[in-house]
């Protein structure tokens, strides 16, 4: 059987006139069995109905903020920045994807795009919103290199999650200043950090829709390795679906 095709959404230039991926995303799925496929934003319509029909499963990167809008807010000063074509992009493929089933997995930025596309928030800034900036937030932005964890994530036994990372507790790296706030209905948290923070979600209804805060492709561990592992296995099963 050929290897499952894996569709990853990247970030855009300020302009928005480059779209480019950090190599560690496609190495990830590479080493875990998989073909990536850097997607453009540009797609619409049946250009991207046709291309999600291709796809196995659909990976959603980190980058820049989400427009607040797009979550019923207005931007605060600390809100970092943006690019709307990524959210249009993003926020329309994820329905698409959902109808079909396709394995889905979001980290850092792609998280929060997993609630807010399903009727969640996010926090905008956690160093002015989160409640825990006064008695014990954790720094969520490290100084320390992405390869270095910094603290600890503990994960619901019974989760789609626990069983990827193998491990109901885990050190992560952490690269974010927002995370999500209200979790849309359809989500279930399954993960958080020693300071409350949202760190994992998961949507029960699917074979694998799921969304950590970290950068599990930075870290050279067995539970990241079983994260993409786990992904792209169900990449392969869905493409064994359809066939």
Request: charged share 20%.
């Amino acid at each position: 059987m050929s290897k499952p095709l894996i569709g990853i959404s990247g970030s855009l230039n300020d302009a928005e006139k480059q779209v480019f991926l950090v190599r560690a995303y496609m190495q990830a799925i590479l080493g875990a069995g998989g073909i990536p496929v850097l997607l453009s934003p540009e797609m619409t319509g049946e250009t991207l109905s046709e291309c999600l029909d291709r796809l196995d499963g659909l990976m959603l990167a980190g980058g820049g903020d989400v427009v607040p809008e797009r979550y019923g807010q207005s931007a605060i000063p600390e809100l970092g920045e943006t690019t709307p074509l990524r959210d249009t992009f993003e926020l329309s493929i994820l329905p698409m994807a959902i109808d079909r089933a396709i394995p889905v997995l979001g980290i850092c930025r792609g998280i929060q795009v997993l609630n807010v596309a399903l009727g969640g928030t996010l926090y905008q800034d956690l160093a002015t919103q989160h409640p825990a900036k006064t008695c014990g937030l954790l720094p969520h932005q490290q100084t320390q290199p992405y390869e270095t964890p910094t603290h600890g994530v503990q994960v619901e036994a019974d989760s789609l999650l626990c069983r990827l990372l193998d491990s109901q507790h885990c050190l992560v790296n952490s690269m974010h200043h927002q995370a999500a706030d209200t979790v849309a209905p359809a989500l279930r948290i399954v993960a958080r950090a020693e300071d409350g923070v949202i760190e994992g979600l998961e949507h029960p209804g699917l074979p694998f829709f799921v969304g950590v805060q970290w950068h599990p492709e930075r870290l050279d561990d067995t539970a990241s390795k079983g994260l993409f592992s786990g992904f792209v296995q169900a990449a392969k099963a869905h493409r064994r679906e359809k066939a």
